[in-house]
């Protein structure tokens, strides 16, 4: 049987070499990509376009400004001359957030029973750069704010302090972006990466009409199978090496777990993903086909992956959904390898459930397939 | 070089020829744009709440039990568990079945009624930080409530007479001391949900798809040596890219129209502006990308090859790097420039400025003459390649 697959491995490397554009893109690009992504985005918001109307001028309303742009998070504008400046600046998405800073500002601030009041403008257009201002706000007004009340109080900083919770964060004790986002984007891009092969593998045999040349070889339809999945498998896991590496020297993702675990659960994943990719290629007769389905199946695991929202915070119903989904499991097994050091012992119940479902899958897929072969 | 609406017309009606004899894969490319919208909207707005955590009360007063059990109340957080350490936590933590936890430490209610602090720490999960950071949000506002709650009814504590005095008229918790009042107008979308800005957002990205299948039907051509007999006619080079695109900017634009529809009844997303300019600037979007698929069409040549490419030049970037998600000021600069060169960048500012802001074309007209020069340079770029590339 062996004698009669290594033609066809070899057959579909040639290919592969052939056309090593489609290899190139599928190796480096989904690394690249993931460089560049993770590059741009995991980091905190910075810089963000912010305009000040200080109708007060004065030492309160400078301060106020200056504990702004301390925060980091803004890029002062110029001052605005009045309010219509402001609303149109708002309007054409120029700035994110404005202050206006009202006249009496510093009378409030020095008197004992004075209300100081700042008016936030927020451009809710764009809602989470939205937030992202109004948190660095509300952090720098707090603390002019702190001050004086205990002024007023006439009390000793010292002894009001300690009202705030402490926090500790545990397995990101810098809350590093790129440490929790990276992970999880490497996973996605496994899938569609190797979903994406998947798929191409009977769907073009079949435009090209070259399907109907295999299926009158002397060799089964098992064969064929293997000998298609061997290269998809293997691109599907040096693009796993390639991106885990640059994850980890690239953006210091640390591997807290154990590595030959974390090979041998990637393998596995890798499979299930074949095995839909192949039932994918079977249905479509086009390559064009194949890719659409690939594109609606994979955004649909993403939705219960719980990259973008906690599982647990989704109807009990999608909960179940999720439970379904290899993809969910597998996340949970990446983030918990790598950033959380875990094993087995804490695991077992997610890496069940994907052996479970590959299994499930695979079974099926394999069934599926040699009938639409044979 | 002129351009022949004839001829134009001609290709057109053959590419159209071939969508609709395979109707498989027509129906597909007319889906996939507005099924790719509703998983995204829902997948990527999912309200926060039900929390796990776990609790370590090591006061176990009246206070701290009250406290938890204030904290606890509504669907924000769940309690998962009390326990009696913290490598309980730190093993639940580890299994992923809580993201946060509260640690009392002894001598909670002791410390809070003498106003010696607040003896509370809350572990979250930074592997996920979303939920932990929301928990914290959360215990944050609602300790606040607590303590002066608390404070009003212990009328013992020493600092109760000025506390009466200066702080309860004008409103001041003392959890926060926040003295400056922040009066918060936000425009265009007041309760900042995420879901009302990310759904015209992700139009940009949706709208892109046909994208991916222009993309491939020069390769696909190319495969089938159907290309051959096409260049055979005395079509011009240019007229062939622009008629291929025709099929793709009418299935793009029977979009621009059912998706404004779907996102008003299933998200409740407003439509502000004017559907007519709406319209307009979105076709001047679908020839922008459609062109920038094309290329992708010009310079490879096979199906699996532009398949790759074109999601990685297409749908990843226009995914992450066109300021849906992350604020392109806060990118580095040379993303920015690169984010400045996807037509998905301009075309989210004019979706977001059409349904909530309502803006009229005095505002997002550089966004269209962006979207414009963008289409262009893509098409002169692929016409010069594809001369060249077929000798």
């Known amino acids: ?374 | 070089m002129g351009v022949s609406l004839r001829r134009l017309w001609a290709v057109a009606r053959k590419e159209i020829n071939h969508i609709m004899r395979d109707q498989t894969t027509f129906i597909l490319v007319l889906l996939t744009p507005v099924t790719m919208l509703f998983l995204m909207a829902y997948a990527l707005t999912v309200d926060i709440q039900h929390v796990p955590v776990a609790v370590l009360d090591s006061d176990r007063s009246p206070t701290s039990r009250a406290f938890v059990q204030r904290m606890m109340e509504g669907d924000d957080l769940d309690l998962y568990a009390y326990v009696d350490s913290l490598g309980e936590i730190e093993d639940m933590l580890m299994r992923g079945t809580i993201k946060a936890a509260l640690v009392l430490a002894p001598g909670f209610e002791r410390d809070l009624l003498t106003l010696r602090g607040m003896p509370l720490q809350i572990v979250i999960d930074g592997t996920e930080p979303e939920s932990g950071g929301y928990a914290v949000d959360h215990i944050g506002g609602r300790a606040e409530a607590f303590i002066s709650e608390l404070l009003a009814c212990h009328q013992n504590g020493p600092f109760q007479g000025v506390m009466v005095r200066h702080m309860q008229p004008s409103g001041v918790a003392l959890g926060s001391v926040q003295a400056i009042d922040l009066r918060v107008r936000t425009l265009y979308n007041p309760s900042l949900k995420p879901r009302v800005d990310l759904v015209p957002g992700l139009i940009s990205l949706v709208l892109g798809f046909p994208a991916l299948s222009v993309a491939l039907t020069l390769a696909q051509e190319r495969e089938h040596g159907t290309l051959e007999q096409v260049m055979a006619t005395p079509i011009r080079r240019a007229e062939i890219l622009l008629g291929k695109m025709i099929p793709y900017i009418v299935v793009g634009l029977v979009n621009v129209i059912v998706i404004p529809a779907t996102a008003r009844v299933t998200f409740r997303i407003p439509f502000a502006g004017s559907f007519a300019l709406f319209f307009l600037l979105s076709g001047v979007f679908l020839f922008a990308i459609l062109s920038m698929g094309m290329i992708i069409g010009v310079f490879i040549h096979t199906q699996p090859a532009a398949l790759a490419l074109s999601f990685l030049v297409v749908f990843f970037p226009g995914f992450f790097l066109t300021g849906i998600f992350f604020p392109i000021a806060a990118m580095p600069e040379m993303m920015r420039m690169e984010a400045l060169a996807l037509p998905g960048t301009h075309y989210a500012v004019i979706t977001r400025g059409v349904f909530l802001s309502g803006a009229g074309l005095d505002v997002l007209w550089p966004y269209g003459v962006m979207l414009l020069g963008l289409g262009l340079a893509f098409t002169a770029v692929s016409a010069l390649f594809f001369k060249k590339k077929l000798g």
């Open chain 1, 1 to 374: 049987m062996l004698k009669r697959i290594w033609p066809l491995v070899v057959k579909e490397f040639l290919h592969l070499i052939r056309d090593w554009w489609m290899p190139a893109f599928m190796l480096f690009g989904g690394a690249f990509e993931l460089l560049l992504v993770g590059w741009a985005t995991s980091r905190p918001i910075s810089n963000l376009p912010l305009m000040v109307l200080d109708q007060d001028q004065s030492v309160a309303s400078r301060a106020v400004v200056a504990a702004l742009e301390n925060t980091g998070t803004f890029e002062l504008e110029a001052q605005a001359p009045d309010l219509a400046v402001i609303q149109d600046a708002l309007d054409r998405g120029q700035v994110n957030a404005a202050v206006v800073i009202p006249p009496d500002f510093d009378n409030e601030m020095a008197s004992f029973t004075g209300r100081p009041t700042l008016l936030i403008l927020l451009n809710g257009a764009e809602s989470i750069p939205a937030r992202a201002a109004l948190r660095a706000i509300e952090g720098a007004t707090s603390e002019m704010g702190e001050r004086i009340t205990l002024r007023r109080l006439g009390l000793d900083p010292e002894e009001l302090s300690g009202f705030e919770p402490s926090l500790r964060v545990w397995f990101n004790e810098t809350l590093s972006e790129a440490l929790y986002t990276t992970p999880a984007e490497l996973g996605l891009m496994l899938e569609f990466t190797v979903l994406l092969f998947a798929a191409m593998s009977f769907s073009r045999e079949r435009e090209l009409g070259t399907l109907e040349q295999l299926l009158v070889m002397p060799v089964s339809s098992m064969e064929l199978i293997v000998g298609k999945s061997v290269p998809a498998v293997l691109v599907g896991f040096c693009d796993f090496l390639l991106m885990l590496g640059m994850v980890h020297f690239a953006f210091g993702v640390p591997v807290r777990g154990s590595l030959p675990l974390l090979f041998i659960l990637a393998f596995g994943y890798l499979l299930v993903e074949l095995s839909k990719g192949m039932v994918i290629s079977v249905i479509s007769r086009t390559q064009h086909q194949a890719f659409l389905l690939v594109m609606m199946i994979g955004m649909a695991d993403f939705l219960f992956t719980g990259y973008a929202a906690p599982v647990e915070s989704m109807p009990p119903i999608i909960q179940g959904v999720a439970n379904l989904v290899p993809a969910h499991h597998w996340l949970t097994i990446l983030r918990g390898i790598l950033l959380k050091g875990a094993t087995l012992d804490e695991l077992w119940p997610n890496v069940l459930a994907m052996v479970g479902l590959g299994l499930v899958i695979g079974t099926f897929s394999l069934r599926y397939v040699r009938r639409a072969l044979d």
